[in-house]
């Protein structure tokens, strides 16, 4: 059993950064691949980048990849998201998740959820 929480988000203005933070409970955190989707009103629940445990990563387009970094320190149960350039199309609830095996981008192949945590990109 896995259980997730995200941290860090907040109002920031374009340009600007912030790093989420998604603790975990659970044993079996260091074996598991980890990711980080986002969900804006009206909107589907877009991959964002995810992480193995062997620290390969995988990100959701190219811009995104320029600008956002995911990481994880095994040794806390923790992995980060950190977003650098933000814009007002980031603005988004940002889920942590979790599931066995290799990365993949849909959201239904992941078995742990965090609650989300908001992030605001102001003009």
């Known amino acids: 059993q896995v259980q997730l929480t995200e941290s860090g988000g907040g109002l920031v203005q374009a340009g600007g950064s912030l790093r989420l933070s998604c603790a975990a409970s659970g044993r079996t955190f260091s074996t598991y691949t980890m990711g980080w989707f986002r969900q804006a009103p009206g909107k589907e629940r877009e991959f964002v980048a995810a992480i193995r445990w062997s620290g390969s990563a995988a990100y959701g387009a190219d811009s995104v990849e320029g600008r956002f970094t995911i990481s994880r320190d095994n040794a806390k149960n923790t992995v980060y998201l950190q977003m650098n350039s933000l814009k007002p199309e980031d603005t988004a609830v940002y889920y942590c998740?979790?599931?066995?095996?290799?990365?993949?981008?849909?959201?239904?192949?992941?078995?742990?959820w965090g609650q989300g945590t908001q992030v605001t990109v102001s003009s």
């Open positions: 998740a979790g599931k066995r095996g290799a990365i993949t981008t849909k959201w239904g192949d992941y078995d742990y």
